[in-house]
């Protein structure tokens, strides 16, 4: 009997991403560039290859161990159902709770650019819209979080298109 998949290769292709490019351009990358300065390219480039080594991982592991249960499957996998694992899943837990607020503050922050004026209110409810909107997203179904995701990687995609055009003509090749 086949099951049938209600993600496909395009969706899952979307969802990393859009998790890449909202997280790791938008939300952080003025973090990085305060951090690091002019070694900005230099600490994507690592990143880059941790994520590269991180997600052929990811993909032996899914091949290995097929079931939805994802990361917590893989570690209880590796260490059994014990107090380990049950505190490694317990902190994958927290560093996604820490992941969803940073991106939602990151998304009033972007937001807030839209109203003339600024409230502690309007902060806290963007902050709130961009926590509940994918909850709510994610509990209609799977191929609806495909095909929403898809289409605002493609809004990102547009998005960074436009950045990166309008903002050519401000680089001055002479001074580097």
């Known amino acids: 009997m086949s099951k049938r998949r209600s993600i ?3 969706g899952a292709i979307s969802i990393g991403v859009g998790g890449m490019v909202g997280g790791g351009i938008f939300a952080v990358l003025g973090e990085a560039v305060s951090l690091a300065h002019g070694a900005t390219t230099l600490a994507f480039l690592v990143a880059g290859m941790v994520t590269l080594f991180t997600s052929y991982s990811y993909a032996k592991l899914s091949v290995t161990h097929q079931n939805s249960g994802g990361t917590v499957a893989f570690v209880d996998a590796a260490f059994g159902h014990n107090l380990l694992s049950g505190s490694i899943n317990l ?4 560093s996604y709770l820490v992941t969803i607020s940073l991106y939602a503050v990151a998304f009033a922050s972007y937001g807030e650019t839209f109203f003339s004026e600024k409230s502690s209110l309007l902060h806290h409810g963007l902050i709130s819209f961009a926590i509940l909107l994918p909850a709510l997203i994610n509990l209609i179904s799977a ?9 605002i990687v493609v ?15 401000y680089v001055d090749v002479r001074e580097v």
């Not at 902190?91 to 927290?94: D, K």
């Not at 191929?143 to 289409?151: I, K, N, Y």
Request: charged letters at 10%.
């Open 91 to 94: 902190m994958l837990w927290l």
């Open 8 to 10: 496909g290769l395009l």
């Open 155 to 169: 809004i990102k995609v547009v998005l960074l298109v436009v950045i990166i055009i309008s903002g050519a003509s």
């Open 143 to 151: 191929s609806f979080v495909s095909r929403s995701e898809t289409l």
